[in-house]
Protein backbone atom coordinates (compact mmCIF):
# COMPACT_ATOMS: atom_id res chain seq x y z
CA UNK A 1 0.00 0.00 0.00
CA UNK A 2 2.37 2.61 1.03
CA UNK A 3 4.40 2.44 -2.51
CA UNK A 4 0.97 3.70 -4.25
CA UNK A 5 1.76 6.95 -2.67
CA UNK A 6 5.70 6.75 -3.36
CA UNK A 7 5.27 9.69 -5.19
CA UNK A 8 3.24 11.86 -2.98
CA UNK A 9 5.82 11.62 -0.26
CA UNK A 10 6.75 15.33 1.14
CA UNK A 11 10.13 14.92 3.22
CA UNK A 12 10.95 17.79 5.50
CA UNK A 13 13.48 18.02 8.54
CA UNK A 14 12.68 19.48 12.20
CA UNK A 15 14.73 20.50 14.38
CA UNK A 16 14.27 22.10 18.24
CA UNK A 17 17.10 24.87 18.85
CA UNK A 18 18.20 25.84 22.08
CA UNK A 19 19.77 28.96 22.71
CA UNK A 20 21.64 30.24 25.56
CA UNK A 21 20.85 33.47 27.04
CA UNK A 22 22.07 36.54 26.52
CA UNK A 23 23.82 36.30 23.38
CA UNK A 24 23.69 32.32 22.16
CA UNK A 25 23.83 32.43 18.79
CA UNK A 26 22.79 29.85 15.58
CA UNK A 27 25.66 31.58 13.40
CA UNK A 28 25.83 32.63 9.77
CA UNK A 29 24.73 29.74 7.44
CA UNK A 30 23.03 28.74 4.43
CA UNK A 31 21.04 25.66 3.63
CA UNK A 32 21.77 25.74 -0.42
CA UNK A 33 18.92 23.61 -1.05
CA UNK A 34 15.72 24.36 1.75
CA UNK A 35 13.86 26.83 2.56
CA UNK A 36 14.00 27.66 6.44
CA UNK A 37 10.81 28.63 8.81
CA UNK A 38 11.18 29.13 12.26
CA UNK A 39 8.82 29.20 14.79
CA UNK A 40 10.05 31.16 17.97
CA UNK A 41 8.81 29.43 21.23
CA UNK A 42 10.52 31.17 24.07
CA UNK A 43 12.56 33.88 24.35
CA UNK A 44 13.67 36.70 22.13
CA UNK A 45 15.66 36.28 18.91
CA UNK A 46 17.03 38.76 16.85
CA UNK A 47 16.80 37.25 13.34
CA UNK A 48 17.59 37.76 9.37
CA UNK A 49 19.56 37.15 5.92
CA UNK A 50 21.10 38.88 3.22
CA UNK A 51 20.55 38.76 -0.30
CA UNK A 52 23.34 38.14 -2.82
CA UNK A 53 25.83 40.03 -5.12
CA UNK A 54 23.90 43.52 -6.74
CA UNK A 55 21.95 44.63 -3.68
CA UNK A 56 23.40 42.95 -0.50
CA UNK A 57 19.91 43.69 1.45
CA UNK A 58 20.17 42.82 5.29
CA UNK A 59 16.40 41.79 6.49
CA UNK A 60 15.60 41.46 9.61
CA UNK A 61 13.06 41.12 12.84
CA UNK A 62 13.14 40.76 16.66
CA UNK A 63 10.98 37.47 17.26
CA UNK A 64 9.00 36.82 20.01
CA UNK A 65 6.88 33.93 21.21
CA UNK A 66 4.49 32.60 18.47
CA UNK A 67 6.39 34.52 16.01
CA UNK A 68 7.51 32.95 12.52
CA UNK A 69 9.91 33.86 10.29
CA UNK A 70 10.86 32.59 6.77
CA UNK A 71 14.53 31.92 5.80
CA UNK A 72 14.21 31.94 1.61
CA UNK A 73 16.31 28.70 0.10
CA UNK A 74 19.98 29.54 -0.41
CA UNK A 75 20.52 32.62 1.46
CA UNK A 76 22.98 33.28 4.39
CA UNK A 77 20.88 33.92 7.43
CA UNK A 78 21.23 33.77 11.45
CA UNK A 79 19.53 33.79 14.74
CA UNK A 80 20.72 35.65 18.11
CA UNK A 81 19.11 35.01 21.67
CA UNK A 82 18.80 38.76 22.35
CA UNK A 83 16.82 37.92 25.39
CA UNK A 84 17.58 37.64 29.34
CA UNK A 85 16.51 34.21 29.33
CA UNK A 86 17.19 30.94 27.45
CA UNK A 87 15.03 31.18 23.78
CA UNK A 88 13.95 27.79 22.03
CA UNK A 89 12.74 27.29 18.84
CA UNK A 90 11.64 24.96 16.13
CA UNK A 91 12.88 25.14 12.42
CA UNK A 92 11.38 23.12 9.81
CA UNK A 93 13.21 22.71 6.75
CA UNK A 94 12.07 21.94 3.38
CA UNK A 95 13.72 19.54 1.90
CA UNK A 96 14.75 15.98 3.95
CA UNK A 97 18.49 16.40 3.76
CA UNK A 98 18.97 20.39 3.88
CA UNK A 99 22.75 20.11 4.27
CA UNK A 100 24.29 22.96 6.18
CA UNK A 101 27.22 25.62 5.29
CA UNK A 102 28.18 27.70 8.10
CA UNK A 103 29.69 30.57 6.67
CA UNK A 104 32.83 30.90 9.32
CA UNK A 105 33.72 27.69 9.24
CA UNK A 106 33.92 26.96 6.36
CA UNK A 107 35.76 29.83 5.07
CA UNK A 108 38.22 29.96 8.40
CA UNK A 109 38.32 26.63 9.47
CA UNK A 110 38.85 24.94 6.61
CA UNK A 111 41.02 22.13 6.04
CA UNK A 112 43.65 22.74 4.21
CA UNK A 113 42.99 26.71 5.14
CA UNK A 114 42.34 29.53 2.47
CA UNK A 115 45.21 31.43 1.67
CA UNK A 116 44.99 34.17 4.38
CA UNK A 117 46.07 36.75 1.27
CA UNK A 118 43.05 35.64 -0.51
CA UNK A 119 40.76 36.25 2.68
CA UNK A 120 42.40 39.38 3.49
CA UNK A 121 41.85 40.76 0.12
CA UNK A 122 38.25 39.66 0.30
CA UNK A 123 37.54 40.82 3.68
CA UNK A 124 39.85 44.29 3.69
CA UNK A 125 41.49 42.69 6.83
CA UNK A 126 45.06 42.90 7.79
CA UNK A 127 47.17 39.54 7.13
CA UNK A 128 47.82 38.72 10.32
CA UNK A 129 43.85 39.58 11.30
CA UNK A 130 42.95 36.32 9.33
CA UNK A 131 45.60 33.97 10.68
CA UNK A 132 44.57 35.12 14.23
CA UNK A 133 41.21 33.97 13.01
CA UNK A 134 42.02 31.07 10.90
CA UNK A 135 44.18 29.70 14.14
CA UNK A 136 41.24 29.74 16.71
CA UNK A 137 38.45 27.73 14.54
CA UNK A 138 36.79 26.53 14.98
CA UNK A 139 34.12 23.78 16.45
CA UNK A 140 34.84 23.86 19.70
CA UNK A 141 36.38 27.38 20.36
CA UNK A 142 33.29 28.08 23.46
CA UNK A 143 31.32 30.55 21.75
CA UNK A 144 28.07 31.01 23.34
CA UNK A 145 26.50 28.97 20.21
CA UNK A 146 22.79 27.24 20.48
CA UNK A 147 23.00 24.49 23.01
CA UNK A 148 21.39 21.68 20.71
CA UNK A 149 20.17 21.26 16.93
CA UNK A 150 18.61 18.30 17.01
CA UNK A 151 17.05 17.45 13.56
CA UNK A 152 14.58 14.72 13.05
CA UNK A 153 13.55 13.83 9.11
CA UNK A 154 10.16 13.35 8.72
CA UNK A 155 8.09 11.92 5.99
CA UNK A 156 4.73 12.98 5.19
CA UNK A 157 2.73 10.87 3.10
CA UNK A 158 -0.38 11.69 0.86
CA UNK A 159 -3.64 10.24 0.12
Not at 5 to 29: E, F, H, K
Not at 68 to 86: C, E, M, R
Request: hydrophobic letters at 45%; charged letters at 10%.
Amino acid sequence: MLNKYQDLTLCISLARINYASCGGVNPPQTHPHATKILIVLEGTLYVGFATSNTENLLFTEVLYPGDVFVFPVGLIHFQFNIGKINAVAFADLSIQNPDEITIANAVLGSNPPINPDILATAFQLDNDVVKHLQARFWLNNNLRIVSAFNIHRIAVYLG
